[in-house]
């Protein structure tokens, strides 16, 4: 057999035992076993299914992606939904960017920076322009503030998928999720806290509890020259002890060494100054009004005089969430800080600006670590039984789904037992059964399908939303 068409073939090697019979009513089936050339079958809705061979795909996900299949999706959706409820709360609105952009938006990040020097993935289109995948939403969202011009401060909350060609990861992937939100227009200390606080008490929202915040400045384009130089210095006398990767960082950007994760590295970096020593008198001021209100707000914070962030466009304020859940170094869950520069570079004004991104899936592992934001048992409230050819059910189905009430059924006119298993997988708590008897007599069987009591009530086909919503709550 040629390695392109080789197939895995599921086979059962003894027989099954035979179903027990199953009643409703007054009625009851059997399960029923037979044979297909030699090969055990069962008998399902009257079709008999045969050993299934199952081909290796032609076509996988590309590396470093993959698919969110239902059940993790709709968890995905559910944290961004609430992330959306937090920051409307909070006063920002919801925007949407192009997942491409003009390549010249994101090379602001810093030509140093990974991101632009090896992570996106940028394109000459058909019309000859340069473009490239968003490899993060902040320069977007400045973009789209300098071309439009609102009204500010403008408070906005953005959701999407980003693109990075990184090593694939726990928890990183080439396209990966996140939330965010930006605010422009003010250099208020007391939005910086806004903004921290709304992150915080979100991660509160989904019963995260191991999470720290770390918190720094970066000064401002004043103070940080003498910074630069004084850190310039210490880099360049312990040259030798930096790794070959830091000694060329240095030389294009030394804050970017202040990033390494590298073992050599560290006990270079750990003697270096930090940049809260330079902070001048405005500068230190603004620090200090940020810690103020974060305190009045009782939200715990340690002061990291060595975090840097990945990209060149921070300034001052600057914080990142780690949790403590999960292993590595991989852990942190969000972060980010003030870029007030980003909008004049962008071609805008002058306009100060803060935000943050937070990763979806990193944040999924730390729920899953802690027990806590899990998957919904089911993505249905009711599945609808239908033995009378399948016509009640699409219009049960469809008076249900009106009422807001979740609904699956079966198809192909399964059997009753067929379609009852088919209900239990589905982890519906209710099932909806009609027959020919309760067609004949306007009713309608409710039955329980979880928990230790079964119960099982005849309801009339006008009560039948009243007595379902009932039962769900």
Same mark, same amino acid.
């Given at each position: 057999?040629? !390695? %392109?068409?080789r197939?895995?073939?599921? /086979? ?21 076993f ?5 090969k ?5 809705g ?15 996900? #590309?590396? $470093? ?17 609430? @992330? ?21 938006? @994101? ?7 990974d991101?632009? /020097? ?15 995948l968003?490899?993060? *939403? /902040? ?5 789209? @503030?300098?071309?439009?011009?609102p009204l500010?401060p ?9 693109f ?9 992937y080439r396209?990966f ?24 008490? @979100?991660?509160q ?7 720290? =915040? ?13 910074y ?8 360049q ?11 060329? /960082? ?11 994760k590298?073992e ?15 902070l ?11 810690r103020?209100?974060?305190d ?31 292993? $590595? ?9 003030r870029?007030?520069a980003?909008?004049?570079d962008?071609?805008? #004004?002058?306009? #100060? ?9 990193r944040?999924?592992?730390?729920c899953?670590e802690?027990?806590?934001?899990e ?10 039984i ?10 049960? $189905? ?18 009753? !037992? ?7 997988? %589905?982890? &519906?708590?209710? &099932?909806v ?11 309608i069987? =409710?039955?329980? *399908? ?24």
């Amino acid at each position: 057999m040629s !390695r %392109s068409s080789r197939v895995s073939i599921i /086979t059962m090697v003894d027989s099954p035992p035979p179903l027990a019979p199953f009643c409703y009513r007054n009625r009851c089936e059997n399960g029923a076993f037979g044979t297909l050339q030699g090969k055990p079958t069962a008998q399902v809705g009257g079709t008999q299914l045969a050993s299934r061979a199952v081909a290796k795909p032609t076509f996988r996900t #590309p590396k $470093g992606t993959r698919d969110i299949l239902p059940g993790e999706a709709d968890r995905q959706r559910a944290l961004v939904n609430a @992330f959306g409820e937090a920051a409307r709360r909070a006063g920002y609105g919801h925007v949407m960017t192009p997942m491409f952009e003009d390549l010249g938006v @994101f090379k602001r990040l810093g030509e140093s920076t990974d991101v632009v /020097t090896k992570e996106m993935y940028d394109f000459v289109a058909k019309d000859g322009n340069h473009y490239a995948l968003r490899p993060e *939403l /902040t320069a977007s969202v400045v973009r789209a @503030f300098v071309q439009h011009r609102p009204l500010i401060p403008w408070k906005v909350w953005y959701e999407g998928p980003q693109f990075r060609y990184e090593r694939p990861q726990a928890g990183r992937y080439r396209q990966f999720s996140q939330v965010g939100v930006e605010a422009l227009g003010t250099d208020d200390p007391g939005i910086d806290a806004e903004v921290i606080a709304l992150a915080w008490n @979100f991660y509160q929202t989904l019963g995260l509890s191991e999470v720290t =915040l770390h918190l720094n400045s970066l000064g401002d384009r004043t103070d940080r020259p003498a910074y630069i130089e004084a850190l310039t210095n210490h880099f360049q006398e312990n040259f030798d002890s930096l790794s070959e990767q830091s000694q060329f /960082t240095l030389q294009v950007n030394p804050l970017r060494v202040l990033d390494s994760k590298r073992e050599p590295d560290q006990s270079v970096i750990d003697a270096a100054p930090v940049m809260v020593d330079f902070l001048n008198g405005e500068t230190a001021e603004h620090f200090a009004g940020v810690r103020r209100v974060l305190d009045q707000l009782e939200i715990p914070y340690e002061i990291s005089p060595r975090l840097v962030r990945g990209l060149d466009y921070y300034l001052r304020t600057t914080f990142e969430f780690v949790s403590t859940a999960l292993p $590595g170094a991989q852990n942190a869950i969000g972060g980010g800080g003030r870029y007030d520069a980003l909008a004049a570079d962008l071609g805008g #004004p002058d306009t #100060p600006g803060i935000g943050f991104a937070l990763g979806v899936d990193r944040i999924l592992l730390a729920c899953d670590e802690e027990g806590v934001f899990e998957a919904a048992p089911s993505l249905v409230d009711v599945f609808i039984i239908d033995v009378t050819g399948g016509d009640q059910a699409a219009l049960l $189905g469809a008076q249900l789904q009106t009422a807001g009430i979740a609904t699956d059924r079966a198809y192909d006119s399964r059997s009753m !037992r067929a379609q009852f298993k088919v209900a239990d997988k %589905s982890g &519906a708590p209710l &099932a909806v059964v009609v027959g020919e008897d309760e067609l004949a007599a306007g009713t309608i069987q =409710l039955r329980t *399908l979880q928990g230790e009591e079964r119960e099982q009530i005849s309801v009339t086909r006008t009560t039948l939303i009243e007595e379902v919503k009932k039962r769900l709550t």
